[in-house]
Every structure is written in C-alpha cells, then in structure tokens.
C-alpha cells in the first residue's frame, strides 16, 4: 500500500536560511505524482510544487524546489531564503496511478510545522 | 470567487444529530473528495466521488455518508455526530485523476461535536 511519512513533526529555522523539510514515500508503482502543500494558520490548503514520477529535473517554482531522490524514494521540500510568511503546516503528498480503481487519490503525510524566527 | 466554496464554516452540534457539510463547486470538475484533518494524522480521506452518482469509501468512512446528485455539489453526512467526528474537513477538486492533476481544496468547515 501506498504510503508518505514526514518524520520532523516541527522545525525552527532563521530568517533568510534554507530549510529542507523531509518526504519519503512507498509505492511499487512506477507512475506516481508528489506534491507539497502549505497550511498557513489560516487554514486553507495552498498548492506549492509537483513531481512527476517520470521527471528527470527536480521541479522548482520560485524559491520552493523538490529535492527528488527516486532510488531512495524521498521528495524533500527545499525553501530558500526563508521568510516569516513561510511559518505554516507542510504537507507532503503522491498520488498514484492504480489501474482498475474507480480513481486515484491523494495521500497525505502528517505534516511538518515550520516557524521561521527572526 | 473562488471556484470551490464549504459551508458552513464553522459548527458546533450535540452528539447524535445529524449533520450536513456541503461542498459547491464552479470548475465542472468530475473528481471531489472529503477529507478530515486531525492533528497527527494529516488529512485522511473520508469519501470521494468520480461523477454524478458515482461515490465510494475512503480509509476513514465509518459514521459518514456521501451524495452527488449534481456534478458542483457534494454532501458529507453525518448520520448522528459522535465526539470522535470533532475535526476540520476539507473538500477538494480535481480536474483529472491522473498522477499529475493535484487538488483544489475548499476552505475547510470546523466541526466541533458537543
């Protein structure tokens, strides 16, 4: 069965530094999507950066990029230059390609709650 | 506007009452999901759907029913509300259901089961 563990329950890190955020998955798939997404205090789900099982580059978008390590099945979430707006939930994600379901889902980690300090 | 939208928000209901969350969306898309988020479980999938009429169980669908009877609303029921059904559900969209379509999600309805 398909599964994502998030190991770091909560992370500090200072204004202006990188912070990686830790995403490993278990699928026997070869088809199979990752994603991030961010949970502000606010509440809403925020969409960050995808992954495709078949992408040879590590996806980026701004100062978000995916550290895409498939042998070792992990999809680390890297931000650069840290802001204070970057202290929220990260929730990693993959959905795979499961012929014969009805459809196929996403599944979720349990998250890593980032505080970025000034 | 948003192109999905929960209500209500928020909720506060006694144990054994009934319970409705509505899920509307406006992008015609055929995939919607209800998930619940409990701390230390992320979000867990409660039922989906893949087309008008078209439902099925996720891993967390004990207590929960679902319908579709058109293809921008979708229901989660709780048929008589217990403490454990305390959570924040989400709804979300997708406009396909391969490994590349991501979700949109709804705001989130805060339900709290007194």
């Known amino acids: 069965a398909q599964k994502i563990t998030q190991t770091q329950p909560g992370m500090f890190v200072q204004e202006k530094e990188a912070v990686t955020l830790d995403c490993t998955y278990d699928t026997s798939d070869p088809s199979y999507g990752l994603f991030w997404y961010k949970q502000p205090s606010s509440g809403e789900m925020i969409f960050l950066i995808y992954q495709g099982s078949y992408d040879q580059q590590n996806a980026t978008e701004g100062r978000y990029s995916l550290n895409f390590q498939k042998a070792r099945k992990s999809a680390n979430l890297v931000i650069s230059a840290s802001q204070l707006g970057d202290s929220a939930m990260y929730f990693c994600a993959m959905r795979e390609v499961s012929y014969g379901g009805a459809t196929n889902k996403l599944i979720f980690g349990t998250g890593t709650l980032l505080a970025v300090q000034p | 506007d948003a192109g999905i939208t929960q209500s209500p928000r928020h909720k506060v209901t006694e144990t054994g009452t009934p319970v409705t969350l509505r899920c509307h969306q406006t992008?015609?898309?055929?995939?919607m999901y209800w998930y619940r988020q409990d701390p230390g479980h992320g979000l867990r999938l409660i039922h989906y759907?893949?087309?008008?009429?078209?439902?099925d169980k996720g891993e967390v669908s004990d207590g929960y029913s679902v319908s579709r009877s058109k293809t921008e609303d979708f229901l989660l029921t709780l048929e008589s509300a217990t403490s454990s059904q305390t959570s924040v559900y989400f709804c979300?969209?997708?406009?396909?259901?391969?490994?590349?379509?991501?979700?949109?999600f709804g705001s989130g309805t805060r339900l709290t089961v007194v």
């Open positions: 979300a969209i997708s406009e396909g259901d391969a490994a590349n379509y991501g979700y949109t």
């Open positions: 759907s893949y087309g008008v009429k078209d439902t």
């Open positions: 992008e015609n898309h055929r995939y």
